[in-house]
């Protein structure tokens, strides 16, 4: 379903993309392979069972990953039910087929569960996602006996996947079926949006151009790295909370802490979003207005003084901008030397691709030959870092460089809303200063390339004031030297 939606949000996802590291795949699969050799070896609770399992399954992972290897095992022991030794380690999956469109639809099983009356169907699950309503409609075919089951080792969980509606699955299925081939013969237009961080095409789509003089080409089996600038941002305060998530998902602390922010952080992203749709309306007032009505009237109150905050600083810049677009996505591709591992472990160096990914607030023009990019601060002050600017500046020159215009210079606004009078940092860049950004973002982008594609050591910690809200910590505390 991932794939679907990612093609219909943008038929250019369609095609060869490179090749992403895969550390959530590959934990999943030692931990599937610990799973069987346990239940091979009569699923033994006998700590020298364990031990040995782990020590030969484990063994050539990284201390922090193999931790994480240890904690999802001995979830998935603590979660199987008791005494139960009737298990199939080579079950048969879920299959549908339409023939109509030539579509299937697959569905992976991992074991075959007998437990007294009961026959389960057990998918074992080391991420937050679960069996999907597609992959539910899939697998309960008529005649399917079994009970199907998600075994959430992060979560501590089993979770039965009740069976649906028969006829509501065929209809899902069918739908899902044309909607699939309906993709298939679409032009390949770029849509870039949010998809485009899970999407394994952006270092050969265009929407992030690849720099010239870089040192190789990208091909099908190019390593390549998907870096925001968030995590860029991080990574001048410590590598771990940067390159932990963006090379090995190394999971959080918590990992619920994805499903709610801080007060602070939500009430920025409700105003980068209601300021986004305001600055293009014919009534910015009303159309913010409206969206102040939708929230509870202390945030509403805040949203509003900072759009007014907004509204003083946007009319009396010195260098004004008049808006284009917003949340535009955009980003670069540098190509840099580093090291990549093969299917066996084995690490070479190579070239690699480094995608760094931004979205402006807002793009724009200063002047017939100014581009702006505007990124709007809602939080305490603090003075934009240069590979922030840079990634905005190499980005805009980029994707105006595309269109065949040419330009003076790009400038970036950083607009600090909170700062009494809210002020605008501006950093310009002509055609010389853009190249001087690329160079300091090639020297970011191979650091990051040199590290060991497979070892979580290898980035470093920097302990500051950041650990307070880092959401790695309690995991870095544990492997540092």
């Known amino acids: 379903m991932h794939e679907l939606e990612l093609r219909e949000a943008c038929p250019a996802a369609k095609g060869s993309g490179s090749a992403f590291g895969a550390a959530n795949l590959d934990r999943w699969k030692a931990v599937y392979e610990a799973v069987v050799e346990w239940h091979n070896a009569g699923a033994s609770q006998a700590p020298e069972v364990v031990a040995d399992i782990e020590s030969r399954i484990f063994a050539t992972w990284d201390p922090v990953q193999r931790a994480i290897l240890v904690e999802l095992f001995t979830a998935y022991r603590r979660l199987h039910h008791p005494g139960v030794t009737d298990v199939d380690v080579n079950p048969e999956g879920g299959r549908w087929d339409h023939r109509e469109t030539n579509t299937k639809v697959t569905v992976g099983v991992q074991l075959d569960v007998h437990d007294g009356g009961n026959w389960e169907a057990v998918r074992i699950k080391t991420g937050r996602s679960g069996t999907t309503e597609l992959e539910a409609a899939a697998f309960y075919r008529p005649g399917e006996q079994r009970i199907l089951v998600d075994v959430q080792l992060s979560a501590d969980d089993r979770v039965t996947i009740p069976r649906p509606d028969p006829d509501a699955s065929g209809r899902l299925l069918v739908d899902v079926a044309r909607r699939w081939d309906a993709t298939i013969d679409r032009p390949h237009n770029r849509v870039a949006g949010l998809h485009c961080y899970s999407c394994d095409r952006p270092a050969r789509c265009g929407q992030y151009p690849v720099i010239e003089g870089g040192v190789g080409d990208i091909g099908r089996w190019t390593r390549t790295i998907r870096i925001s600038k968030t995590r860029l941002a991080a990574l001048e305060r410590c590598q771990r909370s940067s390159l932990w998530p963006a090379l090995y998902a190394i999971p959080k602390d918590d990992p619920d802490e994805g499903e709610s922010t801080s007060a602070g952080l939500a009430l920025g992203n409700s105003f980068h979003e209601a300021v986004a749709a305001a600055l293009l309306a014919e009534d910015p007032d009303a159309v913010f207005g409206a969206a102040c009505?939708?929230?509870?009237?202390?945030?509403?109150?805040?949203?509003?003084?900072?759009?007014?905050?907004?509204?003083?600083?946007?009319?009396?810049?010195?260098?004004p901008v008049t808006a284009h677009n917003t949340e535009y996505q955009f980003g670069v591709t540098l190509v840099v030397d580093g090291l990549a591992a093969d299917s066996r472990g084995i690490t070479r160096s190579k070239p690699v691709a480094v995608t760094m990914m931004c979205a402006t607030d807002v793009n724009g023009w200063e002047s017939e030959n100014v581009a702006a990019v505007v990124e709007h601060r809602t939080g305490v002050a603090s003075k934009a870092l240069d590979n922030e600017a840079d990634l905005y500046a190499a980005s805009a020159w980029a994707a105006l460089d595309q269109t065949g215009r040419d330009v003076d210079g790009v400038a970036v606004h950083f607009h600090h809303l909170r700062n009494d009078p809210p002020e605008c940092e501006r950093h310009f860049f002509d055609s010389e200063e853009v190249g001087r950004a690329i160079r300091r973002l090639q020297t970011v982008a191979a650091r990051i390339a040199a590290l060991h594609p497979q070892d979580a050591t290898e980035p470093l910690a920097n302990?500051?004031?950041?650990?307070?809200?880092?959401?790695?910590?309690?995991?870095c505390l544990e492997h540092r030297d």
């Open 463 to 475: 302990p500051g004031q950041w650990c307070e809200w880092c959401e790695w910590v309690h995991r």
């Open 293 to 319: 009505d939708t929230v509870p009237k202390s945030e509403a109150d805040d949203l509003q003084s900072l759009f007014d905050r907004h509204g003083r600083l946007w009319e009396s810049e010195a260098h």
